[in-house]
């Protein structure tokens, strides 16, 4: 999950004690998970929705509508990732996408998903629709910011095993697949 989807959250939370409507959704929530089949995830989006939560910028609007300031835990955690994707666009820099050995539009997201810190909203990324090869990378970049974990898990390990697999030379040592394992272990850990 990412953190502007969890600051979304804590805000449609904030706004709901500020309503004093927070014990009615808590409330709700408890019934969806004794009456249905739903994950506690499923049951709580379910809920959520039920109580108006659209998402982070919609919160932020209301904020804003209402002239309420957003909570300092929000303000520093935003920008912190902000912090951290400079840092890691300072750090990576623009890598030649074009000397990957993956295929020219998925090495275009690979190297670029560091360089998007909201999915939410593209206007905040540190990459551009020019700067893609194709409009089929720049769409499989917005796809994957929102989806990072099934894009390793369907794109980038896929294309590994299928290189380690056709590589009749020198061949993967399997680091690389392991690598993205731990990678996978450590989004999903965060989910």
Not at 11 to 39: C, H, M, P, Q, W
Not at 152 to 165: G, N, Q
């Amino acid at each position: 999950m990412s953190g502007m989807t969890d600051n979304g959250r804590k805000l449609f939370i904030a706004r709901l004690k500020r309503e004093g409507r927070y014990s009615n959704y808590r409330k709700r929530v408890g019934e969806v998970r004794e009456n249905t089949d739903l994950s506690d995830w499923k049951g709580k989006a379910m809920a959520q929705k039920e109580f108006g939560f659209i998402g982070y910028y919609d919160e932020k609007d209301r904020l804003f509508a209402e002239n309420i300031q957003e909570p300092l835990e929000i303000q520093i955690e935003e920008a912190r990732v902000d912090d951290e994707a400079e840092e890691l666009v300072a750090a990576f820099g623009d890598f030649d996408f074009t000397t990957s050995d993956l295929p020219e539009d998925i090495a275009f997201v690979f190297h670029n998903l560091h360089k998007i810190t909201s999915p939410e909203d593209p206007s905040s990324w540190k990459v551009s629709t020019n700067e893609a090869p194709t409009p089929g990378a720049w769409n499989m970049l917005t796809w994957a910011a929102s989806n990072r974990t099934k894009f390793m898990e369907l794109v980038i390990r896929e294309k590994l095993k299928d290189r380690k697999e056709d590589d009749g030379g020198m061949s993967d040592s399997g680091q690389s697949i392991d690598e993205i394992d731990r990678m996978l272990a450590e989004i999903r850990s965060g989910d």
